[in-house]
């Protein structure tokens, strides 16, 4: 451990959280919960909106029901309990303007610390319904200190936890402020802070956390948007350019499988996809390697392209993976291609985490002899006894779901392998340019002919009946039914249908003569494999999930998917599950099941119910989502930016994409540029940028 007079040497990314007074173990354990790791993490953890309490509101000017900032004398105090579970302490408040009750509920320790006679700023909703009171949220006693910190001025509001509150980070990040932010060292080259008129980073970050007013509370913004951007876009033009440099795999020009593989296909391909599939050919018999990107809404036809591609590496004596995100959709994979590469005597093999120890070895050999063309795996393919003899393509399917560094240690089983990944989660093109201008991208921008558009209606719970009639009368007509419920159990925050306690409810009550079954993500592989397996074949009627189908799964009778409560889904997940069916001739539907009550929930019903186009709603997604909540960042992989919105920052983005090219052609390398170039690896290093 280091000692006091060490600790002064260091900066405050080596200053652990516990080095600020108040935090003890406990604490620090909920702060890691947060991300916050070190004193330079509390002031990287920006804000996630601010409250003006800056102006105090004359006590004779009060409106109802507004939320104002207040400054008084106490006068006198009193506490009610007006039941057993309930304490009201009471403040009387008086100043020049006039006089006003402040009150709180459930806090009787008050009683020691607000008496006659102490001068308070308090913040809280005014209520003049029954008399002259505002129920205070915050408040503090005016002392000679140089600033008030939770109130009578611009306050952080911060994302917290059941034991972390807004108001703690407050007093935790002023205490780190005041006694470290001077040693935060300034990574960018004075010449950039003035040519672009940046604040410096340590006033940036003061003002961020803590606005003198709302003028300097933007230019910190602008500064720390600024730096974030430029990273990112940094460590994706200097990853592209690393690898624009690599020599890769130079595939033959016979078309003699692939060919093949296009003639024995129940479907003629689409022209989108012919376009896609001449890039990838482009890409495959060239020595560069091929790193691209094939968006394509759900139903495009994305995987035939993908297949093209692996037989062409096979005919060209190389080997193939493909990777998927979950065990489902790998199956889902493995039991197509089985169909597909039949007639060219390509016989895949599929390889997860629950493939049995015996088996497992087997394949492996195999692979490593290169006895085995096409491997279809999890993340189970990137274990270190996997071993290939000659790699020349890797899928990988659903690739926001993977990190950096999975993709980076399947990429290192190869001698520079060509790399094709897929997403059906769209994104607009350009924020797609922006955030993988490491790849080529390509779009699958059409449908195949005759599908037909999926019919979706919002229901709530009051139309239950025209639902269930709905799944009868398509069960009668042959057809099958995906329920999708949030949870796999009951939560007492979260008041959601376990899915077990529905699929019980519907076989006694509602369905008795059909066959209901439930898949989570917490069965087994076999488990799951037999529930799909019956579901394909049409022994089960009715299946009740969670979104373990969310992605992949492709079983074409299938016409009717209910999503329960609807509203605490993405717009994003919302139309992959959606995804799900419409994948026969017959007209199939989506019923939201949903009291959404919100204006966000009711605009994303709404979306889902006009557009079955996947971009049209990421576009909506995106402006219906605000600042910092892209597509669910978690949920899709994209950058984990702390403060920067890749929407509503485009001017800046533009910005500092032109400033990273004339970086780049001036060299990195250049002394100016040294600690700038340090926290760039910093961060691609604690894989911070998703390059």
């Known amino acids: 451990m280091r000692n006091k007079s060490n600790r002064s040497n260091l900066k405050p990314l080596e200053i652990g959280i516990q080095a600020i007074s108040g935090i ?49 004398t106490i006068k006198k105090t009193e506490i009610v309990r007006p039941k057993k579970s309930l304490t009201i302490y009471k403040a009387f408040l008086v100043n020049e303007t006039g006089s006003i009750i402040a009150v709180w509920f459930n806090q009787p320790f008050l009683k020691n610390v607000l008496k006659a006679g102490t001068n308070i700023i308090a913040s809280g909703k005014v209520d003049l319904k029954f008399e002259r009171q505002i129920i205070v949220s915050d408040y503090e006693i005016c002392r000679s200190e140089p600033e008030q910190l939770h109130t009578g001025r611009i306050i952080p509001v911060y994302w917290g936890s059941e034991k972390i509150t807004s108001k703690l980070l407050r007093e935790i990040i002023y205490k780190a402020k005041d006694k470290y932010l001077s040693q935060m060292e300034e990574t960018l080259p004075p010449e950039i802070i003035d040519k672009y008129q940046l604040m410096s980073l340590t006033e940036a970050l003061s003002e961020i956390h803590f606005p003198s007013d709302f003028d300097l509370l933007k230019k910190a913004r602008y500064r720390l948007v600024f730096e974030e951007l430029l990273v990112l876009q940094l460590s994706i033009k200097a990853y592209r350019k690393k690898i624009e440099k690599l020599r890769g795999v130079k595939h033959c020009k016979d078309k003699t499988l692939t060919d093949k593989l296009v003639e024995n296909l129940p479907f003629s391909l689409t022209e989108a996809q012919k376009k896609v599939i001449s890039q990838i050919e482009h890409d495959m018999e060239s ?110 399917d659903e690739q926001h779901r993977f990190g950096v560094k999975q993709r980076l240690a399947l990429q290192e089983k190869g001698s520079n392998p060509d790399v094709l990944v897929m997403t059906a989660t769209p994104i607009p093109r350009s924020l797609a340019l922006t955030l993988y201008c490491d790849m080529d991208l390509s779009i699958i921008d059409e449908l195949p002919p005759g599908r037909k558009e999926v019919k979706t209606y919002h229901l709530s719970e009051k139309n239950r009946q025209q639902v269930y009639n709905l799944i009868n009368r398509e069960i009668k007509n042959g057809h099958q039914v995906y329920i999708v419920c949030p949870l796999v159990e009951e939560s007492e925050r979260l008041d959601l249908e376990n899915v077990q306690r529905l699929a019980d409810f519907l076989k006694s009550r ?36 969670t979104t373990v189908i969310e992605v992949g799964v492709d079983v074409p009778n299938a016409t009717v998917m209910v999503i329960e409560n609807a509203e605490r889904f993405g717009l994003a997940q919302l139309h992959q599950l959606r995804g799900r069916i419409g994948r026969g001739h017959a007209q199939s539907y989506c019923i939201l099941v949903s009291e959404a009550k919100t204006e966000v929930a009711k605009a994303r019903m709404e ?44 001017p800046i983005l533009a910005e500092t994409g032109r400033l990273v090219n004339q970086i780049l052609a001036e060299g990195l390398d250049l002394p100016k540029y040294h600690k700038f170039k340090m926290a760039v690896e910093e961060k691609i290093k604690n894989n911070k940028i998703n390059y």
Not at 43 to 69: A, C, G
Not at 376 to 383: C, F, K, R, V, Y
Request: hydrophobic share 40%; with cysteine.
């Open 24 to 72: 003890g173990p406990k604490r620090e354990k909920e702060l890691k919960r947060l991300g916050i790791n070190n004193v330079a993490d509390l002031f990287y953890y920006f804000p996630r909106r601010y409250e003006d309490r800056s102006q105090f509101t004359p006590l004779d000017r009060l409106i109802n029901n507004t939320n104002v900032t207040i400054q008084g």
């Open 287 to 396: 020595e560069k390697i091929m790193y691209r990107l094939v968006q394509g809404d759900v139903g495009a036809g994305k995987t035939v392209v993908a297949v093209w591609a692996l037989v062409k590496a096979i005919n060209g004596g190389f080997q193939g993976v493909l990777m998927a995100p979950t065990e489902i959709l790998a199956e889902q994979h493995y039991l197509n291609l089985q169909k597909i590469l039949k007639p060219l005597e390509i016989s895949p093999v599929l390889l997860t985490g629950n493939t049995p120890i015996t088996e497992k070895k087997e394949i492996l050999n195999s692979v490593s002899q290169g006895e085995i063309k096409l491997v279809i795996g999890t993340h189970a393919l990137i274990q270190n006894e996997v071993i290939f003899k000659n790699l020349g393509l890797i899928i990988i």
């Open 510 to 545: 509602i369905f008795p003569r059909y066959n209901i079954a439930v898949l989570h993500g917490r069965m087994t592989r076999s488990e799951k494999e037999s529930i799909m397996n019956r579901f394909r074949n049409g022994e089960i009627n009715i299946l009740v999930t």
């Open 607 to 650: 979306v889902m119910c006009r557009s079955n186009d996947g971009f049209i709603i990421a576009e909506e997604d995106l402006k219906i989502r605000g600042p910092g909540e892209i597509f669910g960042i978690k949920q899709h992989g994209l950058p984990d930016l702390k403060i920067a919105d890749l929407i509503l920052d485009q």
